[in-house]
């Protein structure tokens, strides 16, 4: 052929091109046999290799997330109820204190003084009260001295009780244990009843999660109900429970709130901090589950999967079955109608076979 092209003789190099074409002819020929023979004989051509998931009835839950804030019912600022001067802060700020406990004292403006008088006064109107009820029950003097004695000592009394109220407004002591989170004021300032804050007092062992609902939750979010406490800055999820579900519903956003107590032993919740709540809204115990990646959809909007049928070994056929869809969560879709425990339902590959198509299954 070298030398049919050195010599340029175009016949002799018409010739050749003849004698290979006719043998590229028979080649393809031989070639196309062969690979129908091997196509007969090859099962496994073109078989799309998938994976198979097998159908278990189990429990499927959906949740409703909402956002929450955390609160306490125990961040107290203590007020003022007597005017007067600040006299004494007897704690500090971060000073733990007992139910009780005197934290401050205001000047009480002379009625310490008062009701030590007023006492004298009480104790000297009961001894005559009591030395004319003996001589009324002898029939000695008259009933008006009696009278008059018992009404006198009453009075006495009641003075002394009236101011022993007010003296203990001078006082502030602590309504619940807990810790002196701020002062607000400084020792020798005037303080006024509603007016001045003495102090900021705080107990974080009991928080509660605070969010609104959507109305068309008030028939399962309700008092009882189990949810899950999620804190973000914390990364942690606690379990608690709904404590309270309001009843009126916002006519501004068409939500109720509700309320979940949690345990905050460690203080580590703060008010004011943000949460989300996770309130399973439908449970069922015995649900059917598919992975949302393996349904499809017709043109007319019914929804399929396909299932491994006719399964021989790692072989099977891919069979196109209807199914209806109940809530979603998570990943996954509760089947209502279309399967059966046990059914083994293609799940990697499920987007790329065909009805009655040949599939050969890994696991």
Known sequence: MEKAIESGDINELKSIRAELSSKQ?????????????????????????????????????????????????????????????LNKVLVKAGAKVSKGQLLAIIDDGGLSQQLIQAEVQ??????TYERQEKLWKKNIGSEMQFLQAKANHE???????????????????????????????????TVSPGASGIMRIVNLDDMFARADIPEVYVATVKKGKKVEVFVPVLADTIAAE????????????????IEARVNNKSWSIKPNMNGKLRIADYVADSAMMVPKNVISEDAEGNKYIFIADD?????????????????????????????????????????IVLDGQKVEILN
Do not use: C, W
């Open 122 to 127: 009480a104790e000297l109107s009961k001894t």
């Open 25 to 85: 002819h028979t080649l393809a020929t031989q070639m196309d046999l062969i690979s129908n023979e091997i196509s007969k004989l090859d099962t496994n051509k073109k078989v799309p290799l998938v994976s198979a998931l097998e159908i278990k009835p189990q429990t499927f839950k959906h949740y409703i997330e909402v956002q929450a804030s955390f609160d306490t019912e125990r961040n107290v600022v203590l007020y003022a109820e007597y005017s007067g001067k």
């Open 242 to 257: 709904i404590s309270q579900a309001n009843n009126f519903i916002n006519p501004e956003n068409r939500t109720f709130k």
């Open 311 to 351: 399964i021989q070994g790692k072989m099977a056929i891919a069979k196109k079955q209807f199914i209806t869809l109940g809530v979603f969560e998570g990943n996954n879709y509760e089947v209502l109608k279309g399967l059966t425990p046990g059914t083994k339902i293609i799940n990697e590959g499920a987007r």
């Open 155 to 189: 009075a006495h009394q009641k003075a002394v009780e009236q101011i022993k109220e007010q003296l203990a407004k001078a006082r502030i002591v602590a309504p619940f244990a807990g810790v002196i989170d701020e002062i607000l004021i400084e020792e020798g300032n």
